[in-house]
C-alpha cells in the first residue's frame, strides 16, 4: 500500500528548497554601508516572506541604527570619553552636581578628590585665612556649587562685600529656609556660632551671622575652599 507522506508546514521538498533571493536597495545618496540612509533589504524564500528592514541611518544625523540582535555590541553609540582636564578627572564635582552613587562614602575617598586646603576646609571644619581665598573677592556673575558634591549653593547677585576676608552671601540659593545648607551649633573655639553645611554632603562651608545686610540681615561667611564658581 502505498502511503502518502504528509509534510509539516516547517518541512520543505527538494523541488521548494530554491536558492534565497536577495534584493539589496542601497542608498542613492551615498551608497555605502556607513551613514547610508537607508538600505533595505528584500527576502523571498517562499511568497510569503515579509520585507524585512535591516538597516535604516538617521536621516538627520546620518547614524546608523542599533543593531536588532541584543547579543552585539551597539557600534552606533561612541564609548565615553573620559574627562580630558585633569582637575575634573580628580574631581568631578569641578563640572557640575555629581550622581548619588559616585559620591565618596569614606576620608579617604575625599582625600583623593580634593586638595589638602579643600579637603581640610570642607571635610575637617577648617577655615581659610581671611583674603586669601580664591573668591573673597569675586564679583563675576555665576552659581557657586559645592566643591565637593557640586550642588549649587549661593547665587552672585547674593554675594555683597562684607570686608571679613570671605565669600560672603545674605542667602543660600533657595532661601533662608531653604534645603541646599543645613545649620548647626558650633562652640568651638570658645564661641558660639552657627555653622554652615552642604546639607548633601555634610561638606562644611562656614557659618552664618546675623550682620548681614536686608532683607535678609544674614551673612553666610562661607570658605572659598568649600565652593566652585559656575561662571555665567
Ligand atoms: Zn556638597
Redesign the pocket.
Known amino acids: 500500500m502505498k502511503t502518502r507522506h504528509r509534510r509539516s508546514p516547517t518541512e520543505r521538498s527538494d523541488s521548494q528548497a530554491e536558492p534565497t533571493t536577495l534584493l539589496r536597495l542601497v542608498c542613492v545618496v551615498c551608497g555605502g554601508i556607513v551613514g547610508c540612509f537607508a538600505i533595505v533589504l528584500a527576502t523571498w524564500s517562499n511568497q510569503s516572506a515579509p520585507l524585512q528592514i535591516v538597516h535604516a541611518a538617521d536621516p538627520v544625523s546620518g547614524a546608523a541604527a542599533m543593531p536588532t540582535d541584543p547579543t552585539q555590541p551597539d557600534l552606533t553609540q561612541s564609548p565615553t570619553q573620559p574627562p580630558t582636564d585633569p582637575a575634573v578627572a580628580a574631581n568631578p564635582a569641578l563640572a557640575g552636581r555629581v550622581a548619588d552613587e559616585d559620591l565618596p562614602k569614606t576620608n579617604a575617598e575625599w582625600r583623593k578628590r580634593l586638595s589638602p586646603e579643600q579637603f581640610e576646609v570642607a571635610r575637617k571644619k577648617g577655615t581659610e585665612r581671611a583674603f586669601t581665598g580664591k573668591y573673597w573677592d569675586t564679583t563675576t556673575p555665576g552659581i557657586y556649587r559645592?566643591i565637593?558634591?557640586g550642588?549649587p549653593l549661593f547665587k552672585s547677585n547674593e554675594k555683597f562685600e562684607s570686608g571679613c576676608g570671605w565669600p560672603s552671601f545674605s542667602s543660600p540659593i533657595d532661601g533662608v529656609k531653604g534645603t541646599t545648607v543645613a545649620e548647626h551649633e558650633d562652640v568651638s573655639h570658645f564661641m558660639r556660632r552657627t555653622e554652615v553645611t552642604?546639607r548633601?554632603?555634610g561638606?562644611h562651608l562656614g557659618h552664618v551671622f546675623n550682620d548681614g545686610p536686608p532683607p535678609t540681615g544674614l551673612r553666610y561667611c562661607i570658605n572659598s575652599a568649600s565652593i566652585v564658581l559656575d561662571k555665567k
Open positions: 559645592c565637593c558634591c550642588e552642604c548633601r554632603c561638606a
